[in-house]
């Protein structure tokens, strides 16, 4: 029985030994199976992979190359055509060109149109230059008249609130402001703004008068009339001066001067070069007159001229009168008071009348010496100021001097633009 149970031990000892060994062969097996089937399905994978490569690659590559030639092709085509059309139009500009070079009087037509278009250019360029130095001209005038009343107005208002406020006081300081240099030059000034605008004549009277308004004249002079007044800047031009009629004429009247100065100076109708320029001035002026209210806003702008232009001829005249008044004037200091003086037709080198010598003696500036006539009963006052003698026998008389004429020295000298803007006299020296 102890045998049989260690042979029985011995069996179950070795039983399950066997089976461990059976099952590890039984996995590697089945392992060994698993990684051959992945080794033939990837070796399967790489071939397919690689036949399907190596046939897109070939037909990729043919369209490659299929594309280039094409491209080349095409642009050898299309250089083809550029080059033939190039060589076309060069052989036909050299062409061109041999034929305006045989062509001698094409060639002058050409340049004669070329000259005369310069020169259309030039003289239009000239004109419209002209007009603008015309236009500013008149633009300056109109802004320095607008100024010049400006200030006349200006003037007028400081001297009478000056006067008003100031009594006394401030008649004495006009008095003075007169009497200054400052306001003697600027009267100066404006005396030769004066002369020079009536010496420019900037009225309508410049313009060339119409023969219209006694019979019309001939188509010439009419043309060289309207050839004038194109000179005249647009802002300037006067459509009535123009048409020939008066100012107040009528529409049935500026309609037949219209039309008969059209038939006469018309391009069309008179082959003078210069008609076209004529007939411009006159479409200008009836321009102006045919339509209501161009004529209306005319006819206010010359009044208004008009008006501005006698305010502006009444301020220089009374600044004249007053430049006139203050050059022949003398203030004093004993009546505050201004007095005429008068100037004399006589030199400073024989300004004074010795009866001692019995001849004349030169005088200085600021001498004071008198006069005797009608045998004695009459005595004269005279003074040098500013290069010039002057009766000054009305201020003297209001100073009470008292001076013997005719004598050999000079008694007294004035001088002038003391502190007080009065006038100082003092006794000359023997010496002086």
Request: aromatic share 8%.
């Amino acid at each position: 029985s102890g045998q049989s149970a260690f042979s029985s031990l011995q069996r179950g000892s070795v039983m399950p030994g066997g089976g461990r060994h059976k099952q590890t062969r039984r996995r590697n097996h089945h392992h060994h199976q698993q990684s051959r089937g992945r080794r033939r399905t990837g070796n399967q994978l790489f071939l397919a992979f690689k036949e399907m490569l190596s046939e897109s690659l070939s037909f990729w590559c043919i369209s490659c190359i299929h594309m280039f030639i094409e491209i080349i092709v095409t642009l050898t085509h299309n250089c083809g055509v550029g080059v033939e059309a190039g060589v076309t139009k060069l052989y036909n500009f050299g062409l061109q060109l041999l034929v305006k070079i045989t062509d001698i009087p094409g060639m002058k037509a050409d340049v004669s149109q070329i000259l005369k278009r310069i020169k259309c250019t030039g003289a239009d360029l000239v004109d419209r230059t002209a007009r603008s130095v015309k236009w500013t001209k008149s633009a300056v005038l109109a802004c320095f008249r607008l100024f010049c009343a400006f200030a006349m107005l200006s003037f007028q208002w400081g001297k009478r609130v000056l006067l008003r406020a100031g009594g006394e006081r401030g008649k004495r300081c006009w008095t003075a402001f007169q009497e200054s240099r400052f306001w003697k030059r600027l009267l100066s000034v404006l005396d030769r703004v004066q002369r020079r605008f009536s010496r420019s004549g900037y009225t309508s009277t410049h313009l060339p008068e119409s023969p219209g308004r006694a019979g019309r004249g001939e188509p010439g002079q009419e043309l060289e009339r309207l050839l004038a007044l194109a000179e005249v800047p647009e802002g300037e031009l006067d459509p009535f001066t123009v048409l020939g009629v008066e100012v107040h004429a009528t529409e049935t009247e500026l309609k037949k001067a219209y039309r008969q100065l059209a038939v006469q100076v018309h391009p069309d109708k008179n082959k003078h070069p210069r008609a076209g320029e004529a007939f411009k001035v006159l479409r200008a002026a009836w321009d102006i007159v045919s339509n209501p209210e161009t004529r209306r806003e005319y006819e206010l702008k010359r009044m208004a001229a008009t008006e501005l232009s006698k305010s502006m001829n009444e301020f220089l005249t009374k600044l004249q009168d007053d430049l006139k008044e203050a050059m022949n004037t003398m203030m004093c200091t004993k009546c505050e008071g201004k007095h005429k003086r008068f100037e004399m037709d006589r030199e400073p080198a024989e300004a004074r009348f010795c009866a001692e010598c019995n001849c004349c003696h030169s005088a200085e500036e600021g001498d004071l010496w008198a006069e005797s006539s009608m045998l004695g009963l009459r005595i004269t006052y005279f003074a040098c100021m500013e290069g010039k003698v002057y009766d000054i026998t009305e201020w003297a008389g209001c100073q009470r001097i008292s001076i013997s004429p005719d004598t050999h020295r000079v008694p007294y000298h004035i001088s002038f633009g003391s502190k007080n803007n009065s006038n100082s006299m003092r006794h000359r020296t023997p010496s002086e």
